[in-house]
């Protein structure tokens, strides 16, 4: 359940951001906020946000020759548009950040109330957590891959081998490009206080006297977080029709069928619509969206630590390794993992602005601890009656 819930808070977050990203480039392409450009309001935002889950919905509902195809496209594209980023952005600024203060520096002058380097170090360790998030896609997929126990696991650690790699080169490139943090924080300049977009707007107006070149470097990332959002949805969809054909989904009857082309089209468009009843919540309250979409990441460590933890301690003598594995590290590599969520849930549940009121406490734990009441509730009330474990299907 921590699974399938964070499946959708992270389809939530990913296609939330990519419609807040896009009236940015609106924003800059109009003028930008200083120059009477359009700033779309909220409405406009879950409007943005409606449309590009259909279209992920609508993707998601083709055979899956075409999904394998589209993903091999949105791995081009992310590798090749992170290096034309890291490159393009710091040659074309015409001010760059030293060595010393990319590696260096620390803003402890935020603006959130956090002055200890140490504390800002360690949440600084969240937005990595966030974007390794979702790695467990190619095990969603091992029932319509080839020889999967072998190819799934590859396609795990390709997943984070490539995005640490990738994604190494890319900030350091843009943070290359950064000489001002407080302006590109400032919901003043021209971006609206939307930072990455800024850079990127800055570089090529300072060195062309437009920042049409950024533009279209916001549309190459753009169209990177587009295919996110289809890859999560497919993750989501495969997620809730192998837990529904196990009988532990309300209408789990519903969920599991799958069309001609051995899609399962109900759990595509269930996905949709609940991560668009998620995102809602904006409508509201910022910060209620906040703490249901903080699920995203801590929910779905939790789900990846839990089959862990049981591997390293009940499950240790009579587990059978499959022809992937790691062999006598396996148990050290285990443990590590383990500790290693428990570490990052408490530091995602750490105050992330000061001083503490009802619009900066974080959330967090109440939203996960919510969750974890609902479900132990329903396993005691009811699923513990009828649940016997993965329905088998070889």
């Not at 990319?102 to 949440?123: A, H, M, Q, R």
């Amino acid at each position: 359940m921590f699974n399938i819930v964070g499946q959708w808070a992270v389809t939530t977050s990913v296609d939330f951001s990519l419609a807040q990203l896009i009236q940015v480039i609106i924003l800059l392409s109009t003028g930008g906020k200083n120059g009477g450009g359009y700033e779309g309001s909220k409405y406009v935002t879950i409007a943005f946000h409606g449309g590009i889950l259909v279209l992920h919905g609508i993707m998601n509902s083709l055979p899956i020759s075409w999904l394998s195809f589209l993903g091999q496209l949105a791995a081009f594209w992310n590798v090749l548009g992170v290096f034309v980023l890291m490159i393009i952005i710091p040659s074309v600024a015409p001010e760059r950040a030293s060595a010393k203060f990319v590696f260096t520096n620390c803003n402890s002058d935020n603006g959130e109330g956090i002055n200890s380097k140490p504390y800002i170090f360690l949440l600084g360790l969240l937005m990595s957590q966030y974007t390794l998030t979702g790695y467990d896609a190619s095990a969603h997929m091992t029932e319509e891959t080839k020889d999967a126990d072998i190819n799934g696991p590859k396609g795990i650690i390709s997943a984070v081998g490539i995005s640490v790699i990738a994604g190494w080169g890319y900030i350091l490139g843009i943070t290359f490009a950064v000489t001002d943090i407080p302006y590109l924080l400032n919901e003043n300049n021209e971006a609206g206080g939307y930072a990455i977009a800024e850079v990127f707007y800055l570089a090529f107006k300072r060195r062309y006297g437009h920042g049409f070149g950024g533009i279209i470097c916001l549309g190459i990332v753009a169209v990177a977080i587009f295919f996110c959002g289809m890859s999560s949805v497919t993750a989501n969809s495969r997620m809730a029709y192998a837990f529904s054909r196990d009988g532990a989904m309300p209408l789990s009857s519903l969920w599991h069928k799958v069309n001609s082309q051995e899609v399962p089209i109900n759990a595509v468009w269930l996905s949709v619509i609940i991560s668009f009843c998620m995102a809602l919540t904006s409508l509201g309250s910022i910060v209620a969206f906040e703490a249901m979409v903080s699920i995203a990441v801590i929910g779905l460590y939790i789900a990846y630590a839990l089959p862990i933890f049981f591997r390293v301690t009940l499950a240790r003598k009579r587990f059978v390794p499959g022809p992937f594995n790691l062999g006598i590290y396996g148990v050290l590599v285990g443990w590590i993992a383990v500790l290693w969520v428990a570490i990052i849930s408490i530091l995602f549940s750490l105050p992330v602005s000061y001083p503490i009121t009802i619009e900066t406490l974080n959330y967090t734990p109440v939203a996960v601890g919510c969750l974890l009441i609902i479900v132990l509730s329903y396993w005691i009330i009811s699923g513990r009656r009828w649940f016997r474990g993965p329905v088998t299907n070889i």
